[in-house]
């Protein structure tokens, strides 16, 4: 079963004094690029989820975030009473001003207000992790959702192939007659005595030499192949995307060799369809 790497994961824990919503979005990427945003409390466990992410997620560009709203009447952040009734005395014998005014000043000075560092304690931490596996599970679901209908793409998309592949077979005996009563047509508008059995062993080595038998048959087993990745258990966009390279080679060289026009319009319409698989590749996990 194939992933895409598109997807989207969310999760929200309410603890007494705030709220924390995990989110987590992913899109295509060759590698995993991890960019996370999260309040400076959290970052001592930044390495812990990318090391999760990672292992997780494997692959694409995961936007990892936490977002904290305050719940409760709690701050980090304390006046420094005996520090700001210093300034307000001093204050007082420079300017002649009421007391709420110096206090409107007094808080302005360094030291006025101090910052409380916040810590993070393990029961905490605990239960953010459970929320962060939560919004991974989430964003694998939707990757697998994603994947459900790039499969059923694919799948559509290499049965054409194989339609016109099968139209390309039964159109072959017609393709190497037609270039055998050109070349024999040829050589008797030339007018000139030729050896008939000399000629014929040229024909035989020049038809052969545009046989697409072999290519017909590794272009077919590389579909089946295709298919067969799929269904396997593991999401593999690499592997897919090897196998999509063969696939192009051999509808190239069937192309080039065809010299019929009929047929090089079904190639034409081979390669357009590979070309689509080959796009969404790109998104598959």
Not at 43 to 67: H, Q, V
Not at 99 to 125: G, H, Q, Y
Not at 226 to 238: H, I, R, V
Request: hydrophobic share 35%.
């Amino acid at each position: 079963m194939i992933h895409s790497m598109t997807g989207y994961g969310k999760s929200v824990l309410q603890l007494p004094t705030k709220k924390l919503t995990i989110e987590l979005k992913s899109l295509n990427s060759k590698n995993l690029d991890i960019n996370s945003r999260m309040p400076s409390i959290y970052r001592e466990k930044e390495l812990t989820i990318r090391k999760l992410l990672a292992n997780t997620l494997m692959r694409g560009k995961i936007d990892f975030s936490i977002y904290v709203e305050t719940t409760a009447e709690d701050t980090s952040t304390q006046i420094n009473v005996p520090v700001v009734e210093q300034y307000m005395q001093q204050l007082k014998q420079v300017v002649n001003a009421e007391e709420t005014e110096l206090l409107k000043m007094a808080v302005r000075f360094p030291d006025a207000l101090n910052t409380v560092r916040e810590e993070i304690d393990d029961s905490e931490w605990q239960l953010i992790q459970t929320n962060i596996n939560q919004a991974i599970a989430a964003l694998t679901d939707h990757r697998l959702d994603e994947g459900k209908v790039l499969e059923t793409d694919f799948r559509k998309r290499v049965t054409n192939i194989e339609i016109l592949l099968d139209k390309v077979v039964e159109m072959d005996p017609e393709r190497v007659e037609g270039i055998r009563e050109r070349l024999v047509k040829g050589v008797e508008e030339l007018k000139e005595k030729f050896d008939e059995n000399r000629f014929e062993q040229e024909l035989i080595y020049y038809i052969e030499k545009l046989d697409i038998t072999e290519e017909k048959v590794r272009l077919k087993n590389h579909l089946s192949y295709f298919l067969e990745c799929l269904g396997s258990k593991d999401s593999n966009g690499k592997k897919l995307g090897f196998i999509s390279q063969e696939m192009g080679r051999e509808i190239n060289t069937i192309g080039s060799k065809s010299n019929f026009a009929p047929m090089q319009q079904l190639v034409v319409q081979m390669k357009d369809e590979l070309e689509k698989i080959k796009e969404q590749l790109l998104n598959v996990l």
